[in-house]
C-alpha cells in the first residue's frame, strides 16, 4: 500500500476516541477517505468536529461486536475501539472483554472479505507488572488473567493471538502496535488516567491523588508522536508487534509535581492506596521501531504537558 494510492479508504473502529480520532485527523489530512465506527461509550462525536461535513469522512454508530458490513473497496482496517482506562475497563469489564475478543473477530473478517490490510491497536499492558525492563516485543509479559485489570490485558493479548492467527491461516496482512501511555488534548476529564486527573485536580487547585507512595514509574509519550508512529508502521511490512511509545521514564510523583508547574498551581499531593496489580515499571524498549519505522517521540513530557494543559483550559 503505497503512499500515492489514490483515495485510500480506511475504516476505523473507535474513531471517535481520544487516540482513534487523533489517527482519523492523519489518515483525513493524508486524502484518505475514513468511516469510522463508534458506539460512543468511551468516544465522543466532537472529537471529530473539525471534519464536519467533509466528505471524506463517514460516521457509522455501531458496536464493532456485531456484523460489520461495509460497501465498496477497503484498503485498510484499523482496530481501535476499546474501554482504555483502568476507569473504564474496571466499570466495563464485559464490554471490554467482548471488544478485544468478539470486536477483534468482526474487524479481522472485514479485513480478509475486502483484501484489507488489518492493524491492531494493542497495548503495553499485555506485558502486565513487567519482570523485565525495559519491555521489548519478544517479553510475553507478567499479568494476573483474573484480576480487575486482566479483562483489559486478557482482551489485547487475545486480540494478538487471533490477529496473528488470521495473518498465519488467511493470509491477511496485518500490524499490531503496543501502545504505552499516551497523552494529550481530548482525553475525557473523567478517563481516570493519570494525566487527565492531575490537570484537573491541578487547575481546580485540589490535591494531586497518587495511588500508592509514587513511585512507580511509567513512559509517557505525546499523541501526536504516537499517531506518527502508528502511521509508519500502517505503512510499514512490520506484520509481528511493534511497541509504539516513548521511551523516557519518570516516576508518577516527578510527573504530579510536574503537572503542578505546568499548570501553575498551588496544589500539594496526596497519596491514596494503589489499585490491585498496578506495575510497579513500565518503559518501551523501541528499538524495533527505531530500526524498522525510522520512529522515535520528539515531544518532551513538559512541552506535551503544556500542550495539554493549554487544551483543557479551554475545555
Same mark, same amino acid.
Given at each position: 500500500m503505497g503512499e500515492d494510492q489514490v483515495e485510500r479508504h480506511a475504516v476505523v473502529t473507535g474513531g471517535a476516541g481520544f487516540l482513534g480520532s487523533h489517527l482519523v485527523d492523519r489518515l483525513l489530512a493524508e486524502g484518505w477517505r475514513v468511516t469510522v465506527l463508534d458506539n460512543l461509550i468511551t468516544g465522543r462525536m466532537e472529537n471529530l468536529a473539525a471534519w464536519d461535513g467533509s466528505p471524506l469522512l463517514r460516521f457509522v454508530r455501531q458496536d464493532v461486536t456485531e456484523f460489520l458490513h461495509i460497501p465498496g473497496e477497503v484498503d485498510a482496517v484499523l482496530h481501535f475501539a476499546s474501554p482504555a482506562s483502568p476507569e473504564d475497563y474496571r466499570a466495563l469489564p464485559i464490554q471490554t472483554l467482548k471488544v478485544g475478543s468478539l470486536g477483534t473477530h468482526k474487524a479481522l473478517g472485514l479485513a480478509r472479505?475486502?483484501?484489507?490490510?488489518?492493524?491492531?491497536? $494493542?497495548?503495553?499492558?499485555?506485558?502486565?507488572? /513487567?519482570?523485565?525492563? /525495559?519491555? /521489548?516485543?519478544?517479553?510475553?509479559?507478567?499479568?494476573?488473567?483474573?484480576?480487575?485489570?486482566?479483562?483489559?490485558?486478557e482482551a489485547k493479548r487475545f486480540a494478538e493471538a487471533l490477529t496473528l492467527a488470521y495473518h498465519r491461516t488467511h493470509g491477511v496482512a496485518t500490524r499490531i502496535a503496543r501502545i504505552f501511555n499516551t497523552y494529550g488534548p481530548r482525553m475525557r476529564p473523567d478517563d481516570g488516567r493519570a494525566i487527565p486527573t492531575f490537570v484537573g485536580q491541578a487547575l481546580r487547585g485540589e490535591p494531586l491523588t497518587i495511588h500508592g507512595d509514587g513511585s512507580q514509574?511509567?513512559?509517557?509519550?505525546?499523541?501526536?508522536?504516537?499517531?506518527?508512529?502508528?502511521?509508519?508502521?500502517?505503512? $510499514?511490512?512490520?506484520?509481528?508487534?511493534v511497541n509504539i511509545g516513548n521511551p523516557d521514564e519518570c516516576t508518577v510523583r516527578e510527573l504530579a509535581e510536574q503537572v503542578i508547574a505546568a499548570c501553575g498551581s498551588d496544589s500539594t499531593i496526596r497519596f491514596v492506596p494503589a489499585p490491585p496489580d498496578d506495575p510497579a515499571r513500565r518503559r518501551p524498549d523501541i528499538t524495533l521501531a527505531r530500526t524498522r519505522l525510522g520512529w522515535e517521540p520528539s515531544v518532551a513530557l513538559a512541552e506535551g504537558l503544556a500542550r495539554t494543559v493549554a487544551w483543557s483550559r479551554t475545555c
Open positions: 472479505e475486502k483484501g484489507a490490510l488489518f492493524m491492531l491497536a $494493542s497495548t503495553s499492558e499485555v506485558y502486565g507488572d /513487567p519482570l523485565v525492563h /525495559p519491555q /521489548p516485543e519478544t517479553y510475553w509479559g507478567n499479568v494476573n488473567p483474573i484480576g480487575e485489570r486482566g479483562v483489559y490485558d514509574t511509567r513512559s509517557f509519550g505525546y499523541v501526536d508522536d504516537i499517531v506518527d508512529g502508528l502511521h509508519r508502521l500502517l505503512l $510499514s511490512d512490520c506484520d509481528t508487534p
